[in-house]
């Protein structure tokens, strides 16, 4: 690793908001509308209160990260019921989604927790040497970060060549990019003789299968997403943590009835 690589620091672009609308504004309702908002929320504030990590009392700490904005919408509810973190990595070169990747890990792994970063990608050359390309590119932030992913497990799950073939997913016939003006397929191309290219050439032929296809079997698609996640999290986890969290919540909900009587 060069020490210009190591040393990149965290500010020299601006966090990717090209998602994210700001400063729209937003009007609230009338008086005994909003009062009855407020009111509800009262009722059920206990329900929030999350003193202590899902994580504490697991071995691990998982994220997942996938190439298409449509498969994290795929996947949120099944992340959010393991509690899961998930983002979109199609922006992988926006230094801040990286940094909060790191930090996430950071801070877990400093409690003794096996670090786990679960991908879902295109079934292209890219898309199956994507831990490689992934571990490069943490490494480079690991000065400004702090931490460095020696530890880290990368896994790929998703889309194999079976479970495309079993489902009937569409294959496209080519190996374009987004970026360059060459596809993979074409000797022109600055990657094409690259190893993992020739490799993929060699097993599949000139073309490839988009993550968005597993948008063809939603349910499936999730199933996948779950057992990737269980592979590193029991599947009574989120139970163990709701039991553990009843008796504080408990106890929370009494002090703020006191506090509403006074």
Known sequence: MSAARAATPLNICAEDNKRVAENVEEIDPGPEEMAARISDYVQTAEHHYTPFSFWDDLDTYVQVGVEKSNIKNLFART????????????????????????????????????????????????????????????????????????NLIIERFGLDYDFIEREQLTWIDNLATSKGEYPLDDKRHPDHFKDYVQSY???????????????????LGRELCRQ???????ANAPRRYHAKLKPVRAEMRRALDRLLKE
């Not at 790191?102 to 079934?123: I, N, P, S, W, Y």
């Not at 050439?201 to 349910?219: I, M, N, Q, S, T």
């Not at 990737?228 to 029991?234: E, R, S």
Request: glycine share 10%; hydrophobic share 45%; net charge neutral.
């Open 79 to 150: 992340c959010a019921g393991l509690y899961v973190p998930i983002a979109n990595l199609g922006g992988w070169a926006d230094l801040n989604v990286r940094a909060g990747f790191m930090r996430r890990f950071e801070e877990k792994e400093a409690g003794g927790k096996q670090c786990v970063l679960l991908t879902f990608t295109d079934h292209d050359p890219g898309g199956l040497h994507i831990n490689k390309f992934l571990c490069a590119n943490l490494e480079e932030l690991a000065r400004a970060v702090g931490w460095s992913p020696d």
């Open 201 to 219: 050439l060699h097993k599949f032929g000139a073309r490839k299968v988009e993550a968005d296809a597993l948008l063809k079997v939603p349910e």
């Open 228 to 234: 990737a996640i269980l592979k590193y999290v029991p």
